[in-house]
């Protein structure tokens, strides 16, 4: 197998341990009561100590007055909040709060509960190159940051 057909193995073999969702506690994600542009909003929000609302509808792809939009209606749920920056109070800052940080720590670790059984069903070895496995992708992730 080239390197090519050995990450898309990879990758298919990510997606069939995803369709074991089950396992997994998708309650936060059925919960959830917001439109996918709120979300997307959040998500580049939580990833931020404070975003520009010019930044935000950039990254989000639309005008400025549609992310203001969003971003009110995640103030009226108290998951993020306005701020004006320190360099230029003519500049509005946008941060998440610690109701919005928990949801998305809620979210993104949901899959944690299928992880934790998949683990405790694996012996001392595979259970060694699993942790290997993720250091090496910890490793990367860290190295395409940069």
Do not use: C
């Not at 509808?57 to 969003?70: D, Q, Y």
């Amino acid at each position: 197998m080239d390197r090519g057909e050995e990450i898309q193995h990879i990758l298919n073999l990510q997606d069939e341990l995803i369709r074991h969702r089950a396992m997994w506690d998708v309650e936060p994600w059925l919960s959830l009561d917001m439109s996918t542009p709120q979300f997307k909003a959040l998500i580049l929000i939580y990833e931020e100590e404070g975003v520009r609302m010019r930044e935000l509808a950039r990254r989000l792809g639309g005008s400025f007055s549609n992310a203001t939009v969003l971003v009110d209606r995640l103030v009226d749920r108290g998951l993020v909040e306005r701020m004006a920056d320190s360099q230029d109070r003519r500049v509005v800052l946008v941060r998440v709060t610690k109701n919005g940080q928990h949801l998305v720590e809620d979210l993104v670790t949901s899959w944690r509960s299928l992880s934790s059984s998949l683990l405790q069903a694996l012996d001392s070895e595979d259970l060694t190159k699993v942790g290997e496995a993720l250091r090496l992708l910890v490793k990367a992730a860290q190295s395409n940051s940069q």
